[in-house]
């Protein structure tokens, strides 16, 4: 089965530093997302994108974060000035269209924050 | 918003005994429902969902069920096996929305 994939797996950054995650949906997927569970949590919404824009975002989803698709594969995920609180697991996922609600998420990256 | 509600946040259960894992959801325009399975370290993983316009689902040894009235649904397991340990997590999205609203998570432990 197709997989999203991410990287990196672990990135360790100090605060007030930009980090960049990277995702590469599945191939024919439309629609994709950024989710982040901090640990021991519930897994939480950032951002859904579709059609090179931002179709939807939670309150998490402020100025310092950003999206973006650079190329026809890689998704990106930008915190501009790291905090400490920014520490979680970040996961991309994709879907493939409006009407396929089957959600496929990435392995995830884990930001520290030091 | 939509907010979903989990319980219990453990469980342990016997090998062979089933398990049931609960879920409540506020706002009735919710038309969908998934459950994810996430093993330590991993990636959620799909392992069953229903829309609204169905009220039971079963896969293999995995149902789930929805009562709209009451805004809640359910994730039945029977047989359980050791790889059934994992936490679990409901969610529900509302028609027309992108985002999943997930629960807390139950984390499920199959004792041999």
């Known amino acids: 089965e197709p997989e999203v994939t991410q990287t990196p797996s672990h990135q360790v950054t100090q605060m007030g530093q930009e980090v960049i995650l990277r995702c590469v949906p599945i191939?024919?997927?439309?629609?994709f997302y950024w989710y982040r569970q901090i640990l021991g949590q519930k897994v939480e919404f950032l951002v859904s994108?579709?059609?090179?824009?931002?179709?939807?975002k939670s309150e998490i989803f402020d100025d310092q974060f950003s999206v973006e698709r650079p190329d026809g594969s890689n998704f990106t995920l930008k915190i501009r000035s790291t905090k400490l609180e920014d520490s979680a697991m970040y996961f991309c996922?994709?879907?493939?269209?409006?009407?396929?609600?089957?959600?496929?998420f990435g392995s995830g990256t884990q930001l520290s924050v030091l | 918003g939509e907010n979903v509600e989990q319980h219990p946040s453990t469980l342990s259960v016997q090998e062979g005994d089933s398990a049931v894992i609960k879920c409540t959801y506020s706002?009735?325009?919710?038309?969908?429902f998934p459950w994810y399975k996430q093993e330590l370290g991993k990636r959620p993983q799909l392992i069953i969902d229903?829309?609204?316009?169905?009220g039971e689902k079963k896969d293999q040894r995995i149902a789930v069920t929805l009562n709209k009235t009451a805004k809640h649904f359910s994730l039945h397991i029977t047989e359980t096996q050791p790889e059934d340990s994992a936490v679990y997590f409901c969610?529900?999205?509302?028609?027309?929305?992108?985002?999943?609203?997930f629960g807390q998570g139950t984390r499920l432990t199959i004792n041999p």
């Open positions: 191939s024919n997927h439309l629609y």
């Open positions: 706002d009735s325009a919710s038309n969908y």
């Open positions: 229903i829309r609204s316009n169905v």
């Open positions: 996922a994709s879907r493939l269209t409006g009407v396929v609600e089957k959600l496929f």
């Open positions: 994108f579709y059609n090179n824009e931002i179709s939807e």
């Open positions: 969610a529900a999205k509302i028609q027309g929305a992108q985002k999943l609203v």
